[in-house]
Protein backbone atom coordinates (compact mmCIF):
# COMPACT_ATOMS: atom_id res chain seq x y z
CA UNK A 1 0.00 0.00 0.00
CA UNK A 2 1.05 3.59 -0.49
CA UNK A 3 0.93 6.18 2.45
CA UNK A 4 -0.18 9.39 0.30
CA UNK A 5 1.62 11.70 2.61
CA UNK A 6 4.98 11.10 1.37
CA UNK A 7 7.27 11.14 -1.49
CA UNK A 8 10.79 9.99 -2.29
CA UNK A 9 12.57 10.47 -5.48
CA UNK A 10 15.50 8.32 -7.06
CA UNK A 11 17.83 8.60 -9.06
CA UNK A 12 19.45 11.81 -11.55
CA UNK A 13 16.90 11.67 -14.60
CA UNK A 14 13.87 9.55 -14.21
CA UNK A 15 13.46 9.34 -18.23
CA UNK A 16 16.64 7.44 -18.70
CA UNK A 17 16.66 5.75 -15.09
CA UNK A 18 14.21 2.89 -14.38
CA UNK A 19 11.36 4.08 -12.19
CA UNK A 20 11.04 2.31 -8.76
CA UNK A 21 8.06 1.46 -6.45
CA UNK A 22 8.01 0.73 -2.74
CA UNK A 23 4.87 0.32 -1.99
CA UNK A 24 3.32 -1.67 1.79
CA UNK A 25 0.11 -3.14 2.97
CA UNK A 26 -0.68 -1.51 6.47
CA UNK A 27 -2.80 1.12 7.72
CA UNK A 28 -0.01 3.81 8.39
CA UNK A 29 2.98 3.10 6.07
CA UNK A 30 5.29 4.59 4.20
CA UNK A 31 6.62 4.51 0.36
CA UNK A 32 6.07 5.89 -2.83
CA UNK A 33 3.64 8.10 -3.89
CA UNK A 34 1.29 7.33 -6.34
CA UNK A 35 -1.28 10.36 -7.80
CA UNK A 36 -5.00 10.04 -7.30
CA UNK A 37 -7.31 13.03 -7.34
CA UNK A 38 -10.93 11.86 -9.67
CA UNK A 39 -13.58 9.74 -9.39
CA UNK A 40 -14.41 6.13 -9.80
CA UNK A 41 -16.18 6.87 -13.86
CA UNK A 42 -12.58 8.42 -14.53
CA UNK A 43 -10.17 4.45 -14.72
CA UNK A 44 -6.99 6.70 -14.95
CA UNK A 45 -7.68 8.53 -11.69
CA UNK A 46 -7.28 4.13 -9.72
CA UNK A 47 -3.90 3.63 -11.36
CA UNK A 48 -0.46 3.98 -9.99
CA UNK A 49 1.48 6.95 -11.41
CA UNK A 50 4.73 8.60 -11.00
CA UNK A 51 5.82 12.40 -12.25
CA UNK A 52 4.69 12.91 -15.81
CA UNK A 53 3.82 8.90 -16.11
CA UNK A 54 0.22 8.08 -16.22
CA UNK A 55 -0.28 4.73 -15.52
CA UNK A 56 2.63 1.61 -15.12
CA UNK A 57 1.73 -1.89 -16.11
CA UNK A 58 2.58 -4.94 -17.37
CA UNK A 59 3.24 -5.93 -21.44
CA UNK A 60 2.84 -3.06 -24.32
CA UNK A 61 3.02 0.44 -23.03
CA UNK A 62 -0.73 1.06 -23.71
CA UNK A 63 -4.17 1.09 -22.52
CA UNK A 64 -6.35 -2.18 -22.69
CA UNK A 65 -3.57 -4.61 -23.47
CA UNK A 66 -3.19 -7.85 -22.31
CA UNK A 67 0.21 -9.16 -20.87
CA UNK A 68 1.34 -12.62 -19.80
CA UNK A 69 3.32 -12.88 -16.94
CA UNK A 70 5.15 -15.13 -14.87
CA UNK A 71 5.57 -15.39 -11.00
CA UNK A 72 7.18 -18.22 -8.70
CA UNK A 73 7.14 -18.55 -4.58
CA UNK A 74 10.42 -17.88 -3.33
CA UNK A 75 12.64 -20.68 -2.40
CA UNK A 76 15.60 -19.22 -1.46
CA UNK A 77 16.28 -16.00 0.09
CA UNK A 78 16.75 -13.14 -2.28
CA UNK A 79 17.92 -9.58 -2.11
CA UNK A 80 15.38 -7.50 -3.48
CA UNK A 81 16.31 -4.54 -5.93
CA UNK A 82 15.94 -1.23 -3.59
CA UNK A 83 13.14 -3.14 -1.94
CA UNK A 84 13.12 -3.93 1.79
CA UNK A 85 14.37 -1.40 4.61
CA UNK A 86 17.50 -2.85 6.08
CA UNK A 87 18.97 -5.78 4.22
CA UNK A 88 15.80 -5.68 1.67
CA UNK A 89 15.97 -9.33 1.62
CA UNK A 90 12.51 -11.46 0.55
CA UNK A 91 12.64 -14.91 1.85
CA UNK A 92 10.83 -18.37 1.17
CA UNK A 93 7.39 -18.28 1.89
CA UNK A 94 7.46 -21.07 3.69
CA UNK A 95 8.00 -19.94 6.90
CA UNK A 96 5.26 -18.48 7.10
CA UNK A 97 3.10 -21.56 7.17
CA UNK A 98 5.68 -22.52 9.66
CA UNK A 99 5.52 -20.35 12.15
CA UNK A 100 1.25 -19.89 11.56
CA UNK A 101 0.25 -23.69 10.82
CA UNK A 102 -0.65 -22.28 7.05
CA UNK A 103 1.09 -25.11 5.02
CA UNK A 104 3.36 -24.30 2.20
CA UNK A 105 0.42 -26.11 0.32
CA UNK A 106 -2.28 -23.75 1.47
CA UNK A 107 -0.32 -20.40 1.05
CA UNK A 108 0.31 -21.58 -2.92
CA UNK A 109 -3.18 -22.32 -3.30
CA UNK A 110 -4.06 -18.86 -1.83
CA UNK A 111 -1.72 -16.87 -4.30
CA UNK A 112 -3.44 -18.72 -7.05
CA UNK A 113 -6.58 -17.83 -6.08
CA UNK A 114 -5.67 -14.06 -5.42
CA UNK A 115 -3.91 -14.18 -9.30
CA UNK A 116 -7.11 -16.17 -10.64
CA UNK A 117 -9.45 -12.90 -9.31
CA UNK A 118 -7.46 -10.75 -11.26
CA UNK A 119 -7.10 -13.06 -14.80
CA UNK A 120 -11.11 -13.65 -14.36
CA UNK A 121 -11.89 -9.76 -14.98
CA UNK A 122 -8.78 -8.33 -17.70
CA UNK A 123 -6.49 -10.50 -20.22
CA UNK A 124 -3.78 -10.89 -17.36
CA UNK A 125 -2.49 -14.68 -17.97
CA UNK A 126 -0.19 -15.27 -15.05
CA UNK A 127 2.55 -18.47 -15.25
CA UNK A 128 4.11 -20.13 -12.63
CA UNK A 129 7.77 -20.38 -13.25
CA UNK A 130 11.16 -21.19 -11.53
CA UNK A 131 12.32 -18.43 -9.05
CA UNK A 132 15.06 -17.27 -11.63
CA UNK A 133 13.30 -16.52 -14.71
CA UNK A 134 10.25 -15.34 -12.61
CA UNK A 135 8.95 -12.27 -12.86
CA UNK A 136 7.01 -11.82 -9.84
CA UNK A 137 8.61 -12.95 -7.36
CA UNK A 138 6.15 -14.29 -4.04
CA UNK A 139 7.99 -15.01 -0.20
CA UNK A 140 7.94 -13.40 3.13
CA UNK A 141 9.84 -10.73 5.26
CA UNK A 142 12.17 -11.63 8.22
CA UNK A 143 11.33 -11.22 11.60
CA UNK A 144 14.25 -8.64 11.65
CA UNK A 145 13.56 -7.25 8.70
CA UNK A 146 12.81 -3.73 10.17
CA UNK A 147 9.54 -3.26 9.06
CA UNK A 148 7.60 -0.32 10.50
CA UNK A 149 4.44 -1.37 13.10
CA UNK A 150 1.50 -1.73 11.24
CA UNK A 151 2.66 -2.75 7.73
CA UNK A 152 2.20 -6.56 7.24
CA UNK A 153 3.15 -6.81 3.77
CA UNK A 154 5.38 -5.03 1.49
CA UNK A 155 5.31 -4.85 -2.63
CA UNK A 156 8.61 -4.14 -4.83
CA UNK A 157 7.89 -2.18 -8.15
CA UNK A 158 10.88 -2.09 -10.78
CA UNK A 159 9.19 -0.70 -14.06
CA UNK A 160 10.85 1.22 -17.07
CA UNK A 161 10.13 4.84 -18.07
CA UNK A 162 8.44 4.67 -21.81
CA UNK A 163 10.40 5.84 -24.95
CA UNK A 164 7.48 7.22 -26.23
CA UNK A 165 3.86 7.97 -24.48
CA UNK A 166 3.38 7.94 -20.87
CA UNK A 167 2.81 4.16 -19.58
CA UNK A 168 6.01 3.02 -17.99
CA UNK A 169 6.09 -0.89 -18.21
CA UNK A 170 6.64 -2.83 -15.09
CA UNK A 171 9.44 -5.16 -15.36
CA UNK A 172 10.03 -7.30 -11.69
CA UNK A 173 7.64 -6.78 -9.02
CA UNK A 174 8.05 -9.22 -5.17
CA UNK A 175 5.44 -9.31 -2.62
CA UNK A 176 6.49 -10.10 0.54
CA UNK A 177 4.71 -10.99 3.77
CA UNK A 178 5.54 -10.62 7.16
CA UNK A 179 6.71 -13.82 9.23
CA UNK A 180 5.09 -12.42 12.46
CA UNK A 181 1.49 -11.57 11.55
CA UNK A 182 -1.65 -13.81 12.27
CA UNK A 183 -2.22 -14.60 9.20
CA UNK A 184 -5.71 -15.93 8.59
CA UNK A 185 -7.87 -18.30 5.87
CA UNK A 186 -11.52 -16.89 4.91
CA UNK A 187 -12.32 -14.11 7.06
CA UNK A 188 -11.18 -12.56 10.14
CA UNK A 189 -8.18 -11.02 11.07
CA UNK A 190 -5.87 -10.70 8.41
CA UNK A 191 -7.33 -12.87 5.52
CA UNK A 192 -4.17 -14.05 3.44
CA UNK A 193 -6.18 -14.52 0.32
CA UNK A 194 -7.31 -10.32 0.33
CA UNK A 195 -3.82 -9.75 1.37
CA UNK A 196 -2.67 -11.06 -1.59
CA UNK A 197 -5.11 -10.03 -3.90
CA UNK A 198 -4.74 -6.37 -2.41
CA UNK A 199 -0.88 -6.49 -2.52
CA UNK A 200 -1.01 -7.99 -6.46
CA UNK A 201 -3.03 -4.82 -7.63
CA UNK A 202 -0.84 -3.10 -6.93
CA UNK A 203 1.88 -5.28 -8.85
CA UNK A 204 -0.21 -5.13 -11.88
CA UNK A 205 -0.72 -1.18 -11.56
CA UNK A 206 -3.68 -0.07 -9.32
CA UNK A 207 -3.53 2.08 -6.67
CA UNK A 208 -5.45 2.80 -3.59
CA UNK A 209 -8.80 4.68 -4.49
CA UNK A 210 -8.64 6.82 -1.28
CA UNK A 211 -11.43 8.83 -2.80
CA UNK A 212 -14.12 6.24 -3.66
CA UNK A 213 -16.33 5.31 -0.91
CA UNK A 214 -18.41 2.84 -0.89
CA UNK A 215 -22.38 3.66 -0.58
CA UNK A 216 -24.78 2.72 2.29
CA UNK A 217 -24.40 -0.75 2.99
CA UNK A 218 -22.09 -1.27 0.30
CA UNK A 219 -18.43 -2.86 0.97
CA UNK A 220 -14.84 -1.18 0.64
CA UNK A 221 -12.90 -1.93 -2.54
CA UNK A 222 -10.19 -4.53 -2.24
CA UNK A 223 -7.95 -1.67 -3.13
CA UNK A 224 -8.62 0.60 -0.84
CA UNK A 225 -6.41 0.78 2.70
CA UNK A 226 -8.46 -0.35 4.53
CA UNK A 227 -8.41 -3.31 7.55
CA UNK A 228 -11.65 -5.05 6.46
CA UNK A 229 -12.01 -4.61 2.63
CA UNK A 230 -14.39 -6.33 0.46
CA UNK A 231 -13.25 -10.45 0.19
CA UNK A 232 -13.90 -10.34 -3.14
CA UNK A 233 -13.25 -7.66 -6.38
CA UNK A 234 -15.51 -4.65 -6.62
CA UNK A 235 -16.70 -2.40 -9.22
CA UNK A 236 -13.31 0.18 -8.67
CA UNK A 237 -11.60 -2.38 -8.61
CA UNK A 238 -12.07 -4.22 -11.74
CA UNK A 239 -12.34 -0.84 -13.28
CA UNK A 240 -8.74 0.18 -13.02
CA UNK A 241 -7.43 -3.36 -13.83
CA UNK A 242 -9.74 -2.94 -17.15
CA UNK A 243 -8.61 0.05 -18.02
CA UNK A 244 -4.81 -1.32 -18.39
CA UNK A 245 -5.15 -4.65 -19.76
CA UNK A 246 -8.88 -5.07 -21.31
CA UNK A 247 -11.94 -6.92 -20.28
CA UNK A 248 -11.82 -10.86 -20.09
CA UNK A 249 -14.52 -12.47 -22.94
CA UNK A 250 -14.77 -16.37 -22.69
Known sequence: MVDAGSRHREGKDMRTSPVRLLLCASIAC???IAESS????EPRSLLIRYKEH???KWGEPSFGTGAKVTYAFVRHSVRIENGLQRNGVCTEIAPLGKVFALPMRVLMEETRAALARWAAVTNLDFVEVAQTNAEILIG???HESGAPHGIKSRVNLVATPPSSGNVSTIRKAAICLRQDVSWTLGGGGWDVRVALTHELGHVIGIDHPEHVAPGEGKEWPVMHNRFAPSPELTRSDIVGA???YGARVF
Open 54 to 56: VAM
Open 140 to 142: SLP
Open 30 to 32: AGF
Open 38 to 41: AQVS
Open 242 to 244: VSL
